[in-house]
């Protein structure tokens, strides 16, 4: 069984497939914690917010409800609604602390494709054909990193930035894993910020890299 937070169906406002139609799976529970985490409503699954697979799939957005849902339960609840995109993309909270392989084969039976956005923290178990999105966390605290074996398995690294710092610790990630040279490197600035978009900018026209804005925030869509 997963724990699900929402399902909703909007357009892809990140990384490389920023502007494509998708339905949006999101998972509760995480425990690497990032500080300045724009999702933090989905970080723990406390038994007083369980509800219906049926209330998630019609509740408000940016709650911290959630439901125990099997990949069929999924599936039939992604038919039911009627969404048209056939982009999936599998999210949280942290989805890779769950075997995501029954959900994202049975997405495939119908003809879907998948996309996972992950820390890169746990084993990522998917499918093939999905396409894995890594963006690299790092929790002391929790005692929590991203691993080798994730960056190795990233279709795309979509890493974060707010200072040139965290440019750095990029290089080191990339020079001390024999990524995949097919691999999309993204540069996302943290919440929007002026100076780290513009650092951003500077960095991906010098390396060839991806901007990621989360335009879904400029333009006001979930
Ligand atoms: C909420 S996370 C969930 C998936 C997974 N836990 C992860 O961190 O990749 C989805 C995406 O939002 C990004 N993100 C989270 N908080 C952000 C913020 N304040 N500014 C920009 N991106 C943020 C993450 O880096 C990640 O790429
Ligand atoms: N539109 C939209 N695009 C997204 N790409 C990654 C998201 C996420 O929270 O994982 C996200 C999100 O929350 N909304
Ligand atoms: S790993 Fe992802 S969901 Fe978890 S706290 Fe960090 S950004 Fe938020
Ligand atoms: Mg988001």
């Known amino acids: 069984m997963y724990t699900i937070n929402e399902i909703f169906e909007t357009i892809q406002g990140e990384g490389h497939f920023t502007g494509t139609p998708s339905v949006f799976i999101r998972f509760q529970k995480c425990l690497v914690r990032c500080t300045w985490c724009d999702t933090k409503q989905t970080w723990d699954a406390s038994p007083k917010n369980e509800r219906t697979l049926n209330e998630i799939s019609t509740k408000p957005k940016g709650s911290s409800t959630w439901c125990a849902s099997s990949s069929q339960e999924i599936v039939e609840a992604y038919r039911k609604q009627g969404f048209f995109s056939k982009h999936i993309v599998i999210t949280g909270g942290e989805p890779c602390i769950y075997d995501?392989?029954?959900?994202?084969?049975?997405?495939?039976?119908?003809?879907?494709?998948?996309?996972?956005?992950?820390?890169?923290?746990?084993?990522?178990?998917?499918?093939?054909?999905?396409?894995?999105?890594?963006?690299?966390?790092?929790?002391?605290?929790?005692?929590?990193?991203?691993?080798?074996?994730?960056?190795?398995?990233?279709?795309?690294?979509?890493?974060?930035?707010?200072?040139?710092?965290?440019?750095?610790?990029?290089?080191?990630?990339?020079?001390?894993?024999?990524?995949?040279?097919?691999?999309?490197?993204?540069?996302?600035?943290?919440?929007?910020?002026?100076?780290?978009?513009?650092l951003c900018i500077e960095i991906c026209i010098q390396r060839n890299w991806k901007l990621s804005v989360q335009t879904h925030k400029y333009l006001n869509i979930p």
Do not use: Y
């Not at 996302?188 to 100076?195: A, D, E, H, L, Y």
């Open 100 to 198: 995501l392989r029954p959900l994202s084969e049975k997405f495939e039976e119908i003809g879907c494709r998948c996309q996972i956005e992950t820390s890169g923290t746990s084993e990522i178990l998917t499918s093939k054909m999905t396409w894995v999105t890594v963006s690299p966390k790092v929790s002391k605290k929790q005692g929590l990193t991203v691993t080798n074996a994730a960056l190795c398995r990233a279709n795309e690294i979509k890493h974060l930035v707010k200072t040139r710092r965290d440019i750095e610790i990029l290089d080191r990630l990339l020079s001390e894993t024999n990524i995949n040279e097919n691999t999309v490197i993204a540069l996302q600035p943290m919440s929007q910020n002026i100076r780290a978009t513009k």
